[in-house]
C-alpha cells in the first residue's frame, strides 16, 4: 500500500519552501504587518530547519508532535506563539490543497494566565537614568524609553514611526495602520517630556537619512529593529540587575496608567485592543495590587492592630 503523498501529483513543487512563499505573499497581500509575516518565515522555517522535510503526511505529523514535545520546557506563551504560526500555516496548505488534515490538530495550546510582566517603578526609573544622552545611541534610546513609557504603544510600532507621524505642537502621534498590529491607525496623546525628547532627537538627525527613515533608527542609519532593541534592553538589563524586556514597558505602562486612575476604555484604545477583555488581563492586575498594598498600608493596622486584635469578640465564659 503506498504512502499518501502530501501532494498528488509529483511534478508540483514541494511543500517547502515555495508553500512557505506562497503562504506569505498571501498574508502580505491581506494587509498583514512585516513583522508578522517575518515571524511566520521565521517559526516555519524554525521547524523545517530542524525536522528536515517529511515525504508523506504520517511523517509531517509525528514531526509536528515530536517538535512541540521538545518544548514542553517553554514558558505557556512562547510554546502557543510557536504552535500558533505553524498552525496558520498548515492550515492554509490543507485549504489550498497541499495536505489532507492539519499536523497541528493534536496539539493543545497549553494553559497560560497571561499575566503581564511587571517591572518595579524603581527598576524603571534607573533604567531611564542608564543611556548616554551624550551619543546618538544613548539618546535615541532615552527617547525610545521614554516614549513607550508615555503611550503603551508595541514596541514594533514605536521602531516604526516616521517623523511624519509625529504632530509635537499638538502633542500627539499617529501610530499609522501599516505598522499597527491591529491594521487601525490610532493617534496617541504624549505629554510635553516626551515632546521634548522627540524634537531633541530630530533635531540630531542627520540632514541626508531619507524622510522615510525611522525615527529611532541606528547610529548608522538603519533601521534599529525589534531584536536590535530587545539586545540593547538586555544589555541594560545585565547593568540594573533585573532583567527588562521591551514589551515590559508597554505592560508597565498599563498598570501604572491604571493606578494613576486611568480608564479602562481609554487604555483600550491607547493600546490598540481589538476588546476590551484583552485590556482585562491588566484591570485584575492593577485591582490584585491595590488589595495587596491595601491589605499593607490600611491605617486600620496601626489601629487596630494586624488581622483587628482588638475588634475580637468578649471571651466566653
Known sequence: MHKRLLRV??????????????????????????????DYRRHVAAFFSEEGSPETEADLRRSVL????????????????????????????VREGLLVQDPTREVHKRADEGRPRRAAEDT??????????????????????????????RPSEALGLIPADLDLGALQVTIPAGIAKTRRSRVLPVLPVTAAALRKLLAHRPDALSPSMPIFCTAYGLPLGRHGFARRMAAYGRTL?????????????????????????????????????????YVDLADTDLKRSHDAASPLNRLVGPGGSKLRGPRRP
Open 124 to 153: 524603571l526609573r534607573r533604567l531611564l537614568d542608564l543611556p548616554d544622552k551624550r551619543t546618538w545611541s544613548g539618546l535615541r534610546d532615552y527617547t525610545l524609553l521614554v516614549f513607550l513609557l508615555d503611550t503603551g504603544a
Open 66 to 93: 515530536a517538535h512541540m514535545q521538545r518544548r514542553t520546557g517553554m514558558a505557556p506563551a512562547s510554546f502557543n506563539l510557536r504552535l500558533s504560526y505553524l498552525r496558520g500555516f498548515f492550515r492554509w496548505c
Open 241 to 281: 540587575g533585573a532583567p527588562v524586556r521591551p514589551y515590559d514597558l508597554r505592560h508597565a505602562f498599563a498598570l501604572l496608567f491604571l493606578r494613576g486612575g486611568g480608564d479602562a476604555f481609554a487604555l483600550q484604545r491607547m493600546l490598540g485592543h481589538s476588546s476590551l477583555a484583552m485590556t482585562r488581563r
Open 9 to 38: 501529483s509529483p511534478k508540483t513543487v514541494p511543500l517547502y519552501p515555495d508553500a512557505l512563499e506562497d503562504f506569505l505573499a498571501v498574508k502580505a497581500a491581506a494587509g498583514r504587518a512585516a513583522v508578522t509575516l517575518a
